[in-house]
């Protein structure tokens, strides 16, 4: 149908395109619906890298069909008309020019046979087609996920629905001027306090009490004591809590529906960890006991149903919620709407998870975007089960397919690298999560793909340790090494990114991802907390790892210890916390002498 | 193996497969069928971005398109604006590591 042409005014990547050329207009108005039927079947695309090719035959080392030139120095072209291969070397020889001139009209259009882009030898230039491109990105789809299991079935955690659970969010990030406000709050502090402190330790370096097997609430507090934004924004007195106590007061003196539970309505995480940032900074180096802390976090995850004791994520997740909340409730609604603002827990640890959800039928996409505060992900990829258990980069390097940029990466022990390649990796959804297409009207296999569309300031990642079977009503702990790199670049795994390098310059099926210069910039991260988990799901214990002033230190409760960095480096990671390099500040790496 | 050398890859193809190939041309040969020439197009690819290559390239090209206006640019004149200054602005660091690579995979396929 030649009428579809007159979609070509559309974007890519976000930029117009000029029309198509007469040669391409003219190509498909003689071949009817389907002008590339032909050569639908000689493309190929090698997994993993997904870059599509044309060959007739898999293993075919296509040549010039005038010289003989095998692409040596040369591009090679197959003509769309009769899948002639012809060289084209501009300035010099173009054999793929000259086919085109001599069988004219019908054979100008040609295929970029190492690239599957569409050419035309008369204008000498780059030509798009939607159903061209719509075609190899379905080919790249289908093969991306050849060497997945044929049902990868995510099972619909509970657990997972709650922590997914959506709030109220609208992004925000520092501009330049928040961004020297919240480095130079930091700067006098580190100066100041320091006189007080011992010379051994840095700033807020305090062991924290247990009370009553709360290793993993302590593990948790001593990662969020020391995330960079977090601690410039309580240091900062951004929440006061004699203030919003205050507030608090007068609120409920003022409404008579409250008076029947005084205390709930005045209970503020924040206001908690405000009070202990206070203390753990104020050079006192005994350990500290987060009592109050604890009881207003036990009233706060009282309410949710389905709490599960003791996990030091599920305790990050729920108090991240119990500081928004509070702080939402506070909030007049014409305030914290479309300013771009939010609670302090998710100016700092939200982020945008983008989904694309593709149909295998028609290549259809709906896109959706989901705030989360981290990121979830799986350890073993050879495990039945667990969801995203698609064959990786590394295992191809494995069996002699090397990827260079795998080789670095040590065969056989898990990477968190890995487990971020594989989270972002297409993955065909099982028969019984077939989606509605709104193109083709019917429930159609898909392929789903995620990626991250705004990274937080702090990325937290959760390594899934703890497989739960509500079946078997049992559940068991994951004891497996996993390798996390100090410092980490996310940049591979932004939506700009991974849709880039699925599909390169062509038109895809998806809405239009705006060039994110502002991720570019920021995507590079450093390890600062780790929290540890040793022994067996019931009677093991949390122990977090803080990075400090380029120094190592082991937080386990009350006791806190240098350590050295190979230390950590062979600690089982159950989460990891990375902040943005811009706001790892290099000022406060150095401890001043004097 | 050898077959696949001589074997008409095409439907026009004209005499050309009665030639012998020169050493040229099979060590090309052996660099696809292998696989390896996709490798060091992926590598070189690489390098060429971390090193900055890419982006002046993609400098000159910008600037000519807005000095002719971007309806009257085709992809061969870009090709052709950038090629010299593109092949002589490649690091020798990268050179080498790529010719280093190609003799380790010459030696082992015993060529
Ligand atoms: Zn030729
Ligand atoms: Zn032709
Ligand atoms: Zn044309
Ligand atoms: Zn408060
Ligand atoms: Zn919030
Ligand atoms: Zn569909």
Known sequence: MSSRIDHHHLPINGQILPQPCSHLVDFRSRNGANPFRALQDCLRVKPPGGHASIRREPNEVPRCGMCGESGGLTRLYACVACAAVHCHAPPGTSHAAVHGESMSPGHEIAVDVDRAELFCCACRDQVYDRDFDAAVVLAQTAASTLHAPSSIVRSPHPENLRKRRRVDYRPWTPDPRERVLMGSCSSPLNATVLDSCSRDFPAGLRGLNNLGNTCFMNSVLQALLHTPPLRNYFLSDRHNRYYCQKKSTVVNNGSKSNAGNPTDSRICLACDMDAMFSAVFSGDRTPYSPAKFLYSWWQHAANLASYEQQDAHEFFISMLDGIHEKVEKDRRKTQSQGNGDCCVAHRVFSGILRSDVMCMACGFTSTTYDPCVDISLDLEPNQGGSAKMVSTKSNHSCNGEADHMNLSQNCGTSTLMGCLDRFTRPERLGSEQKFFCQQCQVRQESLKQMSIRKLPLVSCFHIKRFEHSSIRKMSRKVDRYLQFPFSLDMAPYLSSSILRSRFGNRYFPFDGDEPDASNKLSSEFELFAVVTHTGKLDAGHYVTYLRLSNQWYKCDDAWVTEVNESIVRAAQGYMMFYVQKVLYYKASEKRVVP | ?111
């Not at chain 2, 060429?48 to 971007?70: P, S």
């Not at chain 2, 061969?76 to 380790?104: C, M, N, Y």
């Open chain 2, 1 to 111: 193996m050898r077959a696949s050398v001589n074997r008409p890859p095409t439907p026009d193809v004209g005499d050309t497969q009665e030639k012998q190939p020169t050493l040229e041309e099979i060590i090309n040969i052996k660099f696809i069928e292998s696989g390896e020439k996709e490798r060091l197009m992926e590598l070189l690819r690489e390098r060429l971005i971390e090193c900055g290559w890419k982006d002046e390239m993609k400098a000159l090209c910008r600037a000519f398109v807005k000095k002719k206006g971007r309806n009257n640019v085709t992809v061969d004149d870009l090709v052709h604006l950038i090629t010299p200054k593109g092949r002589a602005s490649i690091p020798d660091s990268i050179k080498a590591e790529l010719l280093q690579r190609i003799r380790t995979f010459l030696v082992s396929a015993a060529l």
